[in-house]
């Protein structure tokens, strides 16, 4: 059983046996997850030597397999990340628990610089949705493959398109 209750939360989200020889994308959140234990860990030679090989393995994973998941970015337990390639969130982005990433998934910013999303828990990013500046999703969310949203998005609410517009909310739009 794992130390990291969030790591362990992925690991359910993959739900199979030996996820490590079957998904490239298992790889890329073990690695955020180490990255983000070495940064709790106190000063010292310790840290600064596995900050080091955290450097290797983040830039290994992310050339290898498209995915750049950053230790400075906040994402809660429980991601999925369904397939790889060109999946990148930016360092400061944050994400809730629960949340399901494809590949082509963009969570940045809109110019250099700027402000960056903060998205909800359990929400669900279809293949090449891309979330562009200081935008918030809000909670069980649903974004459509290739979808561009550009502001803000309600709980429980599916937002589909460029612009991404919102076709089914929890509380209706009028
Ligand atoms: C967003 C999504 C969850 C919506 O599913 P849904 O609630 O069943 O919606 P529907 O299929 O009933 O579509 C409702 C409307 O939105 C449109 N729509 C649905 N998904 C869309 C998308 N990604 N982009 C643009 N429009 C979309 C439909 O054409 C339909 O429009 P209409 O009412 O004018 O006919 C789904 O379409 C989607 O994009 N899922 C991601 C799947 C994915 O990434 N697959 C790759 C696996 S690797
Ligand atoms: C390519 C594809 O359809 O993959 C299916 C997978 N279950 C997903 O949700 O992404």
Redesign the pocket.
Known sequence: MSKDPDWAADLKRYNMRRPFLKEQSIWAIWVYRWGRRIEQRSPGLIKKVLNVLYLIAFRTVETAFGISLPRTARIGPGLRI??FGNIFIHGDAVIGAGCTL??GVTIGNRSEDGPVPVIGNHV?F??YAQVYGGVRIGDHC??????VVLSDVPEGA?A??APARI??AKVPVS
């Not at 649903?142 to 979808?147: D, F």
């Open positions: 369904w397939h494809r590949q669900d279809g293949a649903k974004i459509g493959g290739l979808s599916t589909v398109g076709i089914a």
